[in-house]
């Protein structure tokens, strides 16, 4: 059974906190993604990454870093964390595939609040 | 860019009844279709998907029919059950990435 996990499923950290999210994966998969979900805003891409040592910036990278040193896991990095960071954040990976066709796999999420 | 549109939320049924959430997108070439659920507490999970124009997706009852010529990806259900409250979001893939509507939450009365 595919499984993407992440490593709290809630947070709480203070304003200026360095704020790490872990996100592992054991189905193999060339991309992994990171995406924040807020009321009404649905779900938007942070970064992704295609390849080991890879990151590209998604919509709203601002704030935020990433790191991807092994191909099974992908890490999301606050570096001073802000309370308009306060969200919802979910890992996905996908298979790198020919064509559009791609399914992404989601963890089930870590609710973060900074106070 | 590419985008997707899908109908506020929240829809409030009772069971048994008849379920529809419209999506519409706007993609440069030819994607491909998704519906992810996503039930309290969880991360997204696929529901269904479509590859190309005129295919239809279908799982656990819910159907979706890949309209290019509306540009329309509409998820529909018979009958509805409370286990089936939950946030639907309707998706499109392009080059390897994933574009997401805002999400539809649906809540069943019994």
């Known amino acids: 059974d595919v499984k993407v996990t992440q490593s709290s499923r809630y947070l709480v950290k203070r304003t200026g906190e360095k704020v790490f999210l872990e996100c592992v994966q054991d189905m193999d998969h060339e991309n992994m993604f990171w995406y924040r979900q807020d009321p009404g805003l649905g779900l938007r891409l942070i970064y992704f990454s295609y390849d080991v040592k890879m990151k590209e910036k998604g919509d709203i990278p601002e704030g935020y870093s990433v790191s991807r040193e092994k191909k099974e896991r992908f890490s999301l990095i606050l570096e001073s964390a802000s309370t308009n960071q306060t969200s919802m954040y979910l890992c996905?990976?996908?298979?790198?595939?020919?064509?559009?066709?791609?399914?992404?796999?989601f963890g089930p999420g870590t609710r973060l609040t900074v106070l | 860019g590419d985008s997707v549109t899908q109908m506020e939320g929240p829809v409030t049924l009772s069971e048994e009844a008849f379920l529809t959430i419209n999506c519409t997108y706007t993609?440069?070439?030819?994607?491909?279709l998704f519906w992810y659920v996503q039930y309290p507490g969880e991360g997204l999970q696929l529901l269904l998907k479509a590859t190309k124009a005129d295919d239809k997706g279908s799982n656990k009852g819910f159907e979706a029919t890949y309209r290019k010529e509306t540009t329309s990806f509409h998820l529909e259900k018979g009958s509805v059950q409370v286990s089936d409250s939950a946030v639907y979001f309707c998706a499109l893939s392009e080059d390897q990435k994933v574009t997401f509507g805002t999400g539809t939450k649906l809540q069943v009365i019994p």
């Open positions: 996905a990976s996908s298979p790198r595939l020919g064509g559009s066709y791609n399914e992404q796999f």
């Open positions: 993609a440069t070439g030819y994607p491909s």
